[in-house]
């Protein structure tokens, strides 16, 4: 009596298609994301150097570029810095592009107080 063997490659197929989905969703849940862009005044376009950006518990501050890169879990990307009001978008508007954040300064009666 001869014995059927069944075809691997189907099999591997099938098992594959499984386990892709559950392992997907566990990649994404173990890797921070990661965020980069830029921090500029509102109002005359420069560049804000050492500002704040948080994700999660994670803290970074931008370089006198006003470029910053952070990796981190949370909900939302917020900016601040002294002598400007914070801004914050949500962290899956930001996904795999560059953010620009335009911080408008602080003012008292209508004038900067800078």
Known sequence: MRTRRLPLLPLA????????PP????????????????????????PI???????????????RDGMFRIAGEGGRLAVRAVGY???????????GKPALLRLPPHTVNGA???
């Open 23 to 46: 392992l997907a969703a566990v990649r994404a849940l173990a890797v921070p994301g990661a965020y980069e862009g830029r921090v500029l005044d509102a109002v005359t376009g420069r």
């Open 85 to 95: 009001r914070r801004a914050a978008l949500p962290a899956e508007d930001l996904a």
């Open 49 to 63: 150097a050492d500002a704040l950006v948080t994700v999660g518990s994670t803290v970074s501050r931008t370089d």
């Open 13 to 20: 197929i099938a098992i594959v298609v499984l386990l892709l």
């Open 112 to 114: 900067c107080d800078a």
